[in-house]
């Protein structure tokens, strides 16, 4: 099946600062890309739709400036986490869909501390 | 057996058995569903899917019932193996002003030698 490469696998950051995390499909062009966000021992919580080229469209009770989406090409996808909190701490996740099928990256552990 | 606590359910199998996972979506309108199984720190990985218009697709191993009436997707593992231990997910693909992949709660399956 298709690639998606997520960077970094895990961070650590102190409180007040961003951190970029990328999603990459590697053998396809992906006009969506889809960023969650997992806590422990729960289901994938859909956070944002990203379209290349325009605004992403984010769920509802998902704080679009604090979580800055960005899909500049057909390859790549960027979510910032923006002045990180603690409660910040979450399993990233993104996905790339290639027609019907969804791939997903393998995710980036965020330690906000 | 299972068990449901405050978060994933579980589901407990000899090896050898065959498990039965069950999921209940959502949004009638969805017209694609999947099945994924996530292990410990990594991504969703592809199972098997399944589009609106069947009720059943079987795989290697795997098979996937589809039951629109009450809104139910089921996922059978014939013979379980230690390796099929894992958190498997159904997700629907919802439609509407921009399709997009929702997931639901999930199970831990957890199978014994």
Not at chain 2, 50 to 65: A, E, F, P
Request: aromatic share 10%; net charge positive; glycine share 8%.
């Amino acid at each position: 099946g298709a690639v998606v490469s997520q960077h970094p696998s895990w961070v650590i950051c102190k409180s007040g600062t961003s951190v970029k995390i990328e999603c990459r499909s590697l053998d396809f062009q992906a006009t969506t890309m889809f960023w969650y966000r997992q806590f422990p021992k729960q289901s994938l919580m859909l956070m944002a739709t990203s379209n290349e080229g325009s605004k992403a469209t984010y769920e509802q009770g998902v704080e679009k400036d604090k979580f800055l989406i960005n899909h500049a090409s057909l390859t790549l996808s960027t979510l910032t986490v923006t002045s990180a909190h603690p409660e910040d701490s979450s399993f990233y996740i993104c996905s790339a869909r290639a027609s019907r099928e969804a791939f997903f990256g393998q995710g980036t552990r965020l330690t906000v501390v | 057996g299972e068990s449901v606590g405050l978060h994933l359910p579980t589901l407990s199998v000899q090896e050898g058995d065959n498990s039965i996972i069950n999921c209940a979506y959502s949004n009638s309108a969805s017209d694609y569903f999947i099945w994924y199984k996530q292990e410990s720190g990594k991504g969703p990985q592809f199972i098997i899917d399944i589009r609106s218009n069947m009720d059943k697709r079987q795989g290697q191993r795997v098979t996937v019932l589809l039951n629109k009436t009450v809104k139910h997707l089921s996922l059978q593992i014939a013979a379980t193996q230690p390796g099929d231990s894992a958190v498997y997910f159904c997700a629907e693909n919802m439609k509407g002003g921009s399709e997009k992949l929702v997931f639901g709660k999930g199970m831990k399956l957890t199978v014994n030698p």
